[in-house]
C-alpha cells in the first residue's frame, strides 16, 4: 500500500513539473511582451489580420512568432508581405512605424517585415547592439527612411541583409565590413549616397551584393577581387567613377556582373588571361564612358550568356573571337564608335537571339554567314555606314526574325514584297531614314502580329491602304515626314485585340494627309476636318498630325483621349475654340501654334465680333435663336450680330 502511495506522489509530480514548464513556455518572457506589443501598437493598418491575433500573454503561440524550445525566448519574427497557401499568393500590408522596442527582443534570430509597403520609420540605431543573435534581417519593400545604422556591423551572426526598395539615405557604414558570415547584401532601390567603403572587401563569404539604383560616388574598391565567392555583383545605376579595377578579373565564382550606368572610364581590364571569369554569364558595361577597343580576350570567357557594352566610347573593329561565344544569346553593342564590318565568325553563334549593332560607324557588307542565325528573333543595323542599297531578301528569310531594325541603312526603292511572308511574323519594322519610294503596299495589313511599324523620314507617296484596319494588335505607328496623301481615317478604324484599343503612339506629321469632306480652308487653301473616329483611340498616349492640311474644328470627341500625354497639331488650317477640358487644355501653345484660326485656353481666349447684318439674328452663347438689336441712324435700321471666334 505504501509503495503504491508513492508511486502515485511520483506520477503527480511529475505531471505537476511537467504542466509548469509547459504553463512558463506559454508565457512571454516580459521583455519579448513588451517588444512586440510595441511593434503590434506602431501599426495602425494591417490587411492580413494577423496582429490582431496576438492576444494574452502566450507570445510563442502568435502567428508569425517562434520561440525556443529549450528557454522560450522569441527567436523569430516572421510577418512578410507575401503570404502564401497552397491556392494563392496574397500580398498584405501593414502600415505605420517600426518601434525601436522591438530590440527588445534580444534572442531574435530572424527578422522578416520584409514587403509589407506601408512599415515606415528607422531601423533602430541600437539594433546590433540589443540583437547579438540575429541571423537573417528582411526589412525590404517598405518606407524605410534615415541611415543604416553603424551599430549593424556588431551583428557578428549575420547572413543576410536585405534592406532594398526602402527610402533609406546616409552613407554605408565602415562598419558592415565586419560581418564575415555575410553572404547576401541587398540595399538596392534607396536614396544611400557616398562612396563604397573599402572595408566591404573584407566580406570574404558574401556571395550576393546588389547595391544598384542608388546615388554612390567614388571608385569601385580596388580590393574587390578578393571577394572570392561572390557569385552577383551589381553596382548599376549609381555616380561611380573611375576606372574598373583590374582585380574584379580575379573574381573566379561571378556569374553575374553588372556596371551599367555609371561614370566608369578607361578600358576593359579583363580578362587578361585564359580561364578568367570563367563562370560569368551575365555582364553589363553600358551606359558608361568607357573607350578602347573590345578585348579579343573576350571570347575566352565561353559562358557568357548576355552582354551590354552599349552607350560608350568603344572604338575599332568587333573582334572575331567573339564567334567562340557559344552560350551567347544576347549581343548590345549600339551607341559606341565601332568600325569595319560585321565579323563572319558572328554567323556561329547558333543560339544569338539579340544582336544590336546600331548607331556606329560600321559599314557593309553584311556578311552572308548572318543566315545561319537560325534563333536570331532582333536585329538593329541602324544608323551605320551600311549604304545596303536594297533590303537583303535572305535577311527576311531567318526563320526566326521578328523584329527588324533597319534605319537609315542606305535602302533604295520600293518597300520588298518578300517582307509579306517571312517565316516568323514579323512584330516590329523600321526602315526609318532611308530612300524608300513608291506606295505603302496593300499587304501591310497581312501583317496581323504587328505591334511597330516606323517608315519616317523617307519619299513614299500614296494613301494609307484600307488594310491597315486587320493591323489588331499595332501599338505605334510612325510614318512622319514622308509625301503621304489622303485620308487618315482608316488608321483610327483598326480592329482592336484588346478591349481599350493597342495604339499609344501615332506621328503622321509633315505629310500632305487630310481626311474627311472637303470644306473651305483659310484663304484660298483647303483642307480637311480631323476625324472623329481619333476620339475612340482611347488608349492613345501620343499623337502627331502637325504640318499637314487638317482644317475645321477640334472635334470636342477629343477629350476621351484621357491617356495622351503628348499631342501636336501645330501648322495646319485648324480654326474655332479649342474643346475646353483636360487633357486638351493641359498642353502647351506650341502644341496648337501655326493654326491661326485656334484660340481658347492654353491660347489666346476667344474674342466676341460684331457684324452688321441686314437679318436679324443674335448667336447666343448656349444656342441659336432670333433675337432683334436694332437701332435708327439717317432712317436705316441696323441689326447687329454677335458671333463667337
Known amino acids: 500500500m505504501a509503495s503504491w502511495l508513492l508511486w502515485l506522489i511520483f506520477v503527480f509530480t511529475i505531471i505537476t513539473v511537467g504542466k509548469g514548464k509547459q504553463d512558463g513556455h506559454q508565457v512571454c518572457?516580459?521583455?519579448?511582451?513588451?517588444?512586440?506589443?510595441?511593434f503590434k501598437a506602431g501599426i495602425h493598418v494591417d490587411t492580413s489580420s494577423r496582429l490582431a491575433k496576438w492576444v494574452g500573454h502566450g507570445c510563442c503561440s502568435w502567428e508569425g512568432i517562434t520561440c525556443d524550445e529549450t528557454t522560450g525566448r522569441v527567436t523569430e519574427i516572421r510577418l512578410p508581405g507575401f503570404i502564401s497557401t497552397n491556392d494563392f499568393v496574397f500580398q498584405s500590408q501593414m502600415r505605420g512605424l517600426l518601434s525601436p522596442s522591438i530590440t527588445l527582443v534580444s534572442c531574435l534570430q530572424v527578422i522578416d517585415l520584409g514587403g509589407l509597403i506601408g512599415l515606415a520609420g528607422r531601423?533602430?540605431?541600437?539594433?546590433?547592439?540589443?540583437?547579438?543573435?540575429?541571423?537573417?534581417?528582411?526589412?525590404?519593400?517598405?518606407?524605410?527612411?534615415?541611415?543604416?545604422?553603424?551599430?549593424?556591423?556588431?551583428?557578428?551572426?549575420?547572413?543576410?541583409?536585405?534592406?532594398?526598395?526602402?527610402?533609406l539615405s546616409g552613407s554605408l557604414p565602415s562598419t558592415m565590413g565586419n560581418l564575415k558570415n555575410l553572404n547576401q547584401l541587398l540595399l538596392y532601390s534607396n536614396e544611400l549616397a557616398g562612396t563604397i567603403p573599402d572595408s566591404f572587401t573584407n566580406l570574404t563569404n558574401i556571395v550576393q551584393m546588389d547595391l544598384h539604383s542608388n546615388i554612390l560616388t567614388g571608385h569601385i574598391p580596388q580590393r574587390i577581387g578578393e571577394m572570392q565567392v561572390l557569385e552577383k555583383l551589381d553596382l548599376s545605376e549609381n555616380l561611380l567613377t573611375g576606372k574598373i579595377p583590374l582585380s574584379l578579373a580575379n573574381l573566379n565564382s561571378i556569374s553575374e556582373l553588372y556596371l551599367d550606368t555609371n561614370h566608369l572610364e578607361g578600358e576593359i581590364p579583363f580578362p587578361s588571361s585564359f580561364g578568367q571569369l570563367s563562370s560569368l554569364g551575365f555582364l553589363r558595361l553600358d551606359d558608361n564612358h568607357l573607350t578602347g577597343r573590345i578585348p579579343a580576350s573576350f571570347g575566352n570567357m565561353v559562358s557568357l550568356q548576355r552582354v551590354s557594352l552599349a552607350n560608350n566610347k568603344f572604338e575599332g573593329v568587333i573582334p572575331s573571337s567573339l564567334g567562340n561565344l557559344s552560350a551567347l544569346k544576347e549581343l548590345y553593342l549600339s551607341g559606341n564608335l565601332l568600325s569595319g564590318q560585321i565579323p563572319e565568325s558572328v554567323g556561329q553563334l547558333s543560339q544569338l537571339i539579340m544582336f544590336n549593332v546600331s548607331h556606329n560607324q560600321i559599314h557593309g557588307p553584311l556578311p552572308h554567314e548572318l543566315s545561319s542565325l537560325e534563333n536570331l528573333q532582333t536585329l538593329d543595323l541602324s544608323f551605320n555606314h551600311l549604304n545596303l542599297i536594297s533590303f537583303p531578301q535572305w535577311l527576311a528569310e531567318l526563320p526566326s526574325l521578328s523584329r527588324i531594325y533597319c534605319a537609315r541603312c542606305g535602302i533604295q526603292g520600293e518597300i520588298p514584297d518578300f517582307l509579306q511572308a517571312t517565316p516568323s511574323p514579323i512584330q516590329e519594322l523600321d526602315l526609318s531614314s532611308n530612300h524608300l519610294t513608291g506606295s505603302l503596299p496593300a499587304w501591310l495589313g497581312r501583317l496581323t502580329q504587328l505591334y511597330k511599324l516606323n517608315f519616317s523620314r523617307n519619299s513614299l507617296v500614296s494613301r494609307i491602304p484600307v488594310s491597315v484596319r486587320n493591323l489588331q494588335y499595332l501599338g505605334v505607328l510612325d510614318l512622319h515626314s514622308n509625301k503621304l496623301t489622303g485620308p487618315i481615317n482608316n488608321v483610327f478604324q483598326i480592329g482592336n485585340a484588346f478591349s481599350?484599343?493597342?495604339?499609344?503612339?501615332?506621328?503622321?506629321?509633315?505629310?500632305?494627309?487630310?481626311?474627311?469632306?472637303?470644306?473651305?480652308?483659310?484663304?484660298?487653301?483647303?483642307?480637311?476636318?480631323?476625324?472623329?473616329?481619333?476620339?475612340?483611340?482611347?488608349?492613345?498616349?501620343?499623337?502627331?498630325l502637325q504640318k499637314n492640311h487638317f482644317t475645321g474644328r477640334i472635334p470636342v470627341g477629343f477629350l476621351k483621349l484621357k491617356r495622351l500625354k503628348e499631342l501636336d497639331l501645330s501648322d495646319n488650317l485648324l480654326a474655332g475654340e479649342i474643346p475646353a477640358g483636360k487633357p486638351l487644355t493641359d498642353f502647351p501653345q506650341s502644341s496648337y501654334s501655326g493654326n491661326k484660326g485656334l484660340c481658347g485656353k492654353p491660347l489666346s481666349p476667344c474674342k466676341l465680333r460684331l457684324a452688321h447684318n441686314r437679318r436679324v439674328h443674335h448667336l447666343r452663347w448656349d444656342r441659336l435663336e432670333e433675337h432683334t438689336i436694332t437701332r435708327t441712324d439717317d432712317e436705316t435700321e441696323v441689326s447687329l450680330k454677335i458671333t463667337l471666334y
Open 29 to 38: 518572457h516580459p521583455n519579448d511582451l513588451k517588444g512586440l506589443t510595441s
Open 123 to 167: 531601423i533602430p540605431p541600437s539594433i546590433g547592439l540589443r540583437l547579438p543573435n540575429l541571423r537573417k534581417l528582411y526589412l525590404y519593400g517598405n518606407k524605410l527612411i534615415g541611415p543604416v545604422p553603424g551599430s549593424i556591423g556588431k551583428l557578428s551572426k549575420l547572413e543576410e541583409l536585405h534592406l532594398y526598395e526602402n527610402r
Open 500 to 544: 481599350d484599343g493597342s495604339l499609344t503612339y501615332i506621328d503622321l506629321s509633315d505629310n500632305n494627309f487630310s481626311t474627311g469632306i472637303a470644306q473651305a480652308g483659310v484663304g484660298s487653301q483647303t483642307g480637311f476636318n480631323l476625324p472623329e473616329a481619333l476620339a475612340n483611340v482611347s488608349s492613345l498616349e501620343k499623337l502627331k
